[in-house]
Every structure is written in C-alpha cells, then in structure tokens.
C-alpha cells in the first residue's frame, strides 16, 4: 500500500510570507496528488491537485510541484493571509486490484500572524 | 445538486452500544469512501464501495465494523459495541461512476462526530 509523509506538522508565517508543506510518498504507481484544506470542525476542501503527467501546477497564490522520481511533492502559498490559516493535507492516490485509495499525510496546522 | 450529506452530525453513545453513521453521495455519484480522523490526525481510509458492493476494506478493522451501499438508501457505516478509543470523526466521499477518482475530485461530506462515553 501507500504511505505519505507530511512535513512540517505545523507551521507559522507573518501574513505575506510565503508557506511550503512537503510530502513524500512511497508507490512509485501513484499518480493523482491532491491537496485539502480543512478548517477546524469542517470538511477537507480540495484546493488543488497535480497528476504524474505535469512537474508544476499554479492557482492564483497556490502552487503545487510534483518530483516523481524523487516521489516527492510539495504545497507553496505566496502572499498568505489570514484566512490561510487551517490544517493541510496532502494525499496520494494508490491504484490496486481494481481499488482506489486516497492515502493521506497527517497534516500540518498553518497558522498566518497578522 | 446537493453535496455529499452525512448523517448524524454528532453523535454520542455509551461504551457497548451500537453506532450507525449514514452517508449520502451527491447525486449521481455511486462510489463512496469512508474515512476515519481522530483527533490531531490525518484521515485514514477505512472502505471503498460501490452499490451494493465492497470493492476494499483493507482500512476497516476486522471487528465490530461493517459497511454497506445498497441499491437503494445511504451508505451505512456500522461500529458495535463501540469503545472509547472509536471515538473520532468519520467522514465519507463520493466519486461518479466510471471515472478514476483521479479524474475527478472525491467530495467530502461534513462527517459525523462520534462520542463514546
């Protein structure tokens, strides 16, 4: 099966500054690496995703780079804010015998001081 | 089109009682994951089914846990004779049929927060 590291587990920035969250994973066959935001006591959100086919994906503040051979990828927020502030999780889809598993990291608490 | 609907919100029940957790896929969706975070953790994948199919529950504990998607109705995630340490909160997704999830975003429900006393 699958296993994703997930570090830091938690974070502080000054609002502005930038924040990156890096996981590894350990099946080489993985191919679909989302990210969620989840704030206290509510649902993960995916905020943004890579497949294996792309090294680099960005959405507005919001960054995602993906090293397959080094089965590393990582999460950068420029500019951030305030409201940034939740708990991230990375995750890594595992494939296998006809199922499809999310495998997700343990999280990191980013918090954004005004 | 309303979103994956888990029910109930929270849920409390003393040590020994039977719990069951519902979940709703959105419309249209006919996989559904359920996963488990305890508190200050990362969710962990519990089962993955499909209607009135278990397609893997390498993630569920061999005992006291069971889950079901019938044809009709909600999924049922059913813990008995619950313990402390079952407490957490359970969450469940919904993909579309025929797609990889990695096609498309597996959406969360709310979850349902469990209590054992």
């Known amino acids: 099966g699958e296993n994703v590291e997930q570090h830091p587990s938690t974070l502080s920035v000054q609002e502005g500054d930038s924040a990156v969250i890096k996981c590894t994973y350990s099946?080489?066959?993985?191919?679909?690496f989302p990210w969620y935001k989840q704030e206290l006591g509510k649902r993960p959100q995916l905020i943004i995703d890579?497949?294996?086919?792309?090294g680099e994906k960005k959405d507005q503040r919001i960054a995602v780079t993906l090293n397959k051979t080094a089965k590393h990828f990582s999460l950068h927020i420029t500019e951030t804010q305030p409201e940034d502030s939740a708990v991230y999780f990375c995750a890594a889809l595992y494939s296998g015998a006809g199922s499809y598993q999310l495998t997700f990291g343990k999280g990191t608490k980013l918090s954004v001081i005004p | 089109n309303a979103g994956v609907m888990q029910n109930p919100r929270h849920l409390v029940r003393r040590r020994g009682q039977e719990a069951r957790l519902r979940c709703s896929p959105m419309?249209?969706?006919?996989?559904v994951y359920w996963y488990r975070q305890l508190p200050e953790e990362g969710l962990k994948f519990m089962v993955y089914?499909?209607?009135?199919?278990?397609?893997?529950e390498s993630g569920m504990p061999k005992e006291r846990f069971s889950a079901e998607f019938p044809k009709e109705g909600p999924s049922i995630l059913r813990i008995q004779q619950v313990v402390r340490g079952d407490s957490a909160a359970y969450f469940c997704?919904?993909?579309?049929?025929?797609?990889?999830?990695?096609?498309?975003?597996?959406?969360f429900g709310q979850g349902t927060r469990l209590t054992v006393v």
């Open positions: 997704a919904s993909s579309p049929p025929g797609m990889l999830i990695s096609d498309t975003e597996a959406f």
């Open positions: 089914l499909q209607k009135e199919n278990i397609i893997d």
């Open positions: 099946d080489s066959a993985s191919n679909y």
């Open positions: 890579i497949r294996s086919n792309v």
């Open positions: 419309k249209g969706h006919s996989h």
